[in-house]
């Protein structure tokens, strides 16, 4: 079979596709009834534990309570008999290495009996809070090896098991954490743990001088937005980029784009329609808020996102998303991809991470209110996240830096590499105020009149939102809208997390013991103004002139991963990390080391990949039309018609070009060693072979060109 013949019956299969019978029905399932059915959550355990055990894992989950000793064995009994009477017949301590994924080693509750028939198995306590993985099969930055290979799973309780499976079976997965025998961290919910202790702590201490007495447990929040594409799948098996790097590595513009901005909460497409039903539906059975799905900017681009949760459990949903996601799309003959910038050309794909703080007892601590220049402890909170951000701006821009989210970052799509906070016409002029010396008015909310009689008269913020800015606040949130798509949302939760821990640290230093405290508050906003003011841009993040204008403000512009991940060795970061006990100096280094593997890995990848595409696929396909426009010309003259050799010598140009830029990317690919060698050389050596071959595809009769288009992979669904 030719390669066109593959692209038509392709195209043939697609068109030819029947939708699939229904197979959510949320009139006999109701959202109500599925929410949480496939969770071993605190309603489930009310129900199955003693009433002490229960108040015991409550306290846990919701004070930060060390649990007591006895418990888990009950509690491990009783979670087996229920995922045995849902049909699980094995368990897995589901943890989350540095690859960024997430990983589990499954074990059966069944064991052979003495009598040559299958036994039910004791699941006893210590096998529901231990388990014992290989870590040295994981990335670890030297800290394990295969001769120092221990490493253990530690059973998080704050995270309800559930049930995960498909039609041949069920499966009990147990979020844990993982550490090496010697203790360190080896993944990403450990430190997220220890940062949101951290703030716990630091946060207390601020309520506790505005006059609180009953405080509850402050826990960072996140709501992360995620961003993805849908292929179809005859195309994804037929595009090798996409299925070893996740993105298209060529690929000529598709003559329509998204310049009509006609796909941006456009009406979605049938087939797409029913694959988010039944996202919402498994997501629903996990206890996952999926709240907002709607048609993103780009073609073939969508978005889901959540209500708030708890920062940890929001960071273990996020990776269950993301798996939820690629299976479903998968049963619908679509491939989700989750890559930065799957394709040129268009938007890519980010994951803007909403963050706040917040308790039982106070409730959410960015809330400003109606007149934020008199909230004194909104102003202390918001003021300590203006000092973390700028003193720590090189650790957020790292806290987010891969060969991915390099390729959006900086574009006019996403927020650019210059970490700056946006706060919205009326936090700004209110912190100006301050600055100047005392804050004393609040814009206010005003009236929007439509000018339509029939329609209402709509309520209006004090100030506008800009899409614009990495680090924005939305009203009583932070969003952090530079993460990458395909990354886990625990790293930049981390380091804000501790980050803002830091500045509340420091807060309470200056405004404990003060004889006046709103004098001590002043003192200390003015202080944050003055030294980080220069962080706060409510202008376009987009313009050419806020990269001149950030320079003269001192503010740093890490424009890649080589230039970006340095920053979570600087001395500055390993001390705010070992002061809060997050992560040691061994564990940064450990996380450097795997990060800049990890992007020398997936560009080594990439370039192969460009290679062997080019030379295998366009090549062939380029220097055999090339030759049937030659022998063409020749017949023609010998025929005595005159004919333009135009069209020959571009393609025999091109042709020629690029045996020369694959011979450029194989010397500079062979040299390559660290990671600047691959940002500064090899991926513009990679850049030039595809600039030729996507010129070439605007040559090739469409019946010679090997791989499936952006029009058809974009449009098509």
Not at 665 to 673: F, I, M, S
Request: net charge negative; hydrophobic share 40%; charged share 20%.
């Amino acid at each position: 079979m030719s390669n066109m013949t593959a692209r038509a019956a392709a195209i043939a299969a697609i068109a030819a596709r029947k939708s699939q019978d229904p197979s959510v029905n949320f009139v006999e399932e109701s959202p109500e009834t599925v929410f949480g059915a496939n969770t071993f959550n605190l309603a489930v355990m009310k129900e199955t534990l003693k009433p002490a055990t229960y108040q015991a894992v409550v306290e846990t989950v919701q004070n930060g309570a060390k649990l007591p000793e006895g418990v888990a064995d009950e509690v491990a009994e009783a979670m087996k008999n229920w995922a045995v009477s849902r049909g699980a017949t094995h368990f897995a301590h589901v943890f989350y290495p540095l690859t960024g994924t997430s990983a589990e080693k499954h074990d059966s509750f069944y064991d052979p009996g003495t009598d040559g028939r299958t036994n039910m198995s004791k699941f006893k306590g210590k096998t529901l809070i231990q388990g014992e993985p290989d870590a040295s099969s994981f990335p670890s930055g030297g800290i394990r090896a295969t001769h120092t290979a221990r490493g253990y799973t530690a059973w998080d309780v704050t995270s309800p098991a559930f049930l995960m499976g498909n039609a041949n079976g069920t499966t009990l997965c147990i979020p844990t954490s993982f550490v090496s025998w010697t203790g360190e961290s080896l993944d990403t919910k450990t430190p997220l743990l220890k940062s949101m202790q951290a703030l716990d702590k630091q946060a207390r201490r601020i309520l506790k001088l505005f006059g609180h007495q009953d405080v509850s447990r402050v826990a960072a929040t996140a709501g992360p937005e995620q961003e993805y594409f849908l292929v179809d799948k005859m195309f994804y098996y037929a595009r090798p980029d996409l299925l070893s790097a996740g993105r298209s590595l060529f690929g000529a513009a598709s003559p329509k784009g998204q310049e009509f901005e006609d796909h941006y909460f456009g009406l979605i497409p049938d087939r797409v329609m029913a694959f988010m039903y039944e996202v919402d539906r498994e997501l629903f059975k996990l206890g996952i808020p999926a709240k907002t799905r709607h048609n993103e900017v780009a073609p073939g681009q969508f978005e889901i996102a959540p209500l708030f949760e708890s920062a940890n459990l929001a960071a273990d949903h996020q990776q269950l998303v993301m798996t939820v996601l690629k299976k479903t799309a998968d049963k619908h003959g679509l491939v989700c991809l989750l890559h930065e910038k799957p394709f040129a050309g268009i938007n890519g794909s980010g994951k803007h991470v909403n963050w706040s703080l917040g308790n039982a007892t106070q409730g959410n601590l960015l809330d400003p209110g109606d007149t934020p220049h008199e909230n004194a402890q909104f102003l202390v909170f918001a003021g300590a996240v203006i000092r973390a951000v700028d003193k720590f701006a090189p650790l957020l821009r790292a806290s987010i830096a891969s060969a991915g989210n390099d390729h959006r970052l900086g574009a006019n799509e996403a927020p650019p590499a210059i970490i700056s906070i946006y706060l919205g016409d009326q936090l700004a002029d209110v912190f100006e105020q301050i600055k100047a010396g005392g804050a004393t008015t609040s814009k206010q909310r005003g009236t929007l009149q439509i000018g339509v009689d029939v329609l209402p008269e709509l309520p209006k913020d004090a100030g506008d939102r800009n899409r614009t800015s990495p680090f924005a606040f939305t009203g009583n949130r932070f969003e952090f809208r530079a993460v990458g798509s395909n990354m886990s949302i625990s790293g930049p939760l981390i380091a804000m997390n501790t980050i803002v821990a830091d500045s509340l640290e420091w807060m309470a230093s200056k405004l404990e013991g003060a004889a006046d405290l709103n004098k001590a508050i002043q003192s200390a906003l003015k202080e944050v103004m003055d030294k980080h003011g220069r962080v706060i841009f409510n202008g376009n993040g987009y313009a050419e002139e806020w990269h001149a204008e950030a320079a003269e403000r001192g503010l740093p512009n890490l424009k890649t991963s080589a230039d970006a991940l340095p920053a979570l060795t600087a001395p500055e970061v390993v001390e705010v990390f070992e002061k809060y006990g997050v992560l040691s100096e061994t564990e940064l280094n450990s996380r450097y080391a795997i990060l800049c593997e990890q992007y020398e890995k997936v560009v080594n990848v990439e370039a192969k990949l460009v290679a062997e595409i080019a030379q295998t696929k366009i090549f062939p396909a380029a220097a055999s039309y090339a030759a049937s426009l030659a022998e063409g010309v020749a017949k023609m003259k010998a025929a005595g018609v005159s004919s333009s050799t135009a069209t020959l010598e571009k393609v025999a140009a091109l042709v020629s070009q690029l045996e020369s830029d694959l011979a450029m990317l194989h010397a500079v690919h062979d040299k390559a060693h660290e990671v600047g060698d691959w940002t500064f050389k090899v991926l513009p050596a990679m850049t030039k072979v595809r600039a030729t071959v996507d010129e070439l595809e605007g040559y090739l009769p469409d019946d010679v060109w090997p791989l499936p288009t952006y029009q058809e992979m974009l449009f098509i669904k």
